[in-house]
């Protein structure tokens, strides 16, 4: 399957992005989603989850409340909402995917998307 991330640019502290995900080659319903971001100079941390079906979410702690994942297998499409950014969300946010079960380790991915800038002004 092929990724592409879009939807991020620049926006003010406690604002709002929806970051999006298009896939294509395969069938989405077949690989379970994730959302993992990248700032400079740091490791690539994982930011949200969804099972095959969407059924199931998962998040870290300091995204629980302000991010949902949700995904559209008719159209093939992942989203990530992102309200009330605050400045240390700055990162490249990648969309990701396996045919495993759900994970938080970037490992557990076998595709990924080229990443979408998000920054967020104090």
């Known amino acids: 399957v092929q990724l592409q991330a879009s939807g991020g640019g620049l926006v003010q502290a406690g604002g709002s992005l929806r970051l999006s995900c298009a896939a294509s080659?395969?069938?989405?319903?077949?690989?379970?989603m994730g959302w993992f971001r990248q700032a400079p100079g740091k490791e690539r941390e994982f930011v949200a989850a969804?099972?095959?079906?969407?059924?199931?979410?998962y998040y870290t702690d300091s995204q629980k409340g302000r991010f949902a994942i949700s995904r559209d297998n008719a159209n093939a499409m992942v989203y990530l909402q992102m309200n009330s950014l605050k400045p240390e969300d700055t990162a490249v946010y990648y969309c990701?995917?396996?045919?495993?079960?759900?994970?938080?380790?970037?490992?557990?991915?076998?595709?990924w998307g080229q990443g979408t800038l998000v920054t967020v002004s104090s």
């Open positions: 990701a995917g396996t045919t495993r079960g759900v994970g938080a380790r970037p490992y557990e991915y076998e595709y």
């Open positions: 080659g395969r069938t989405l319903s077949g690989y379970s």
């Open positions: 969804i099972s095959r079906s969407g059924a199931s979410t």
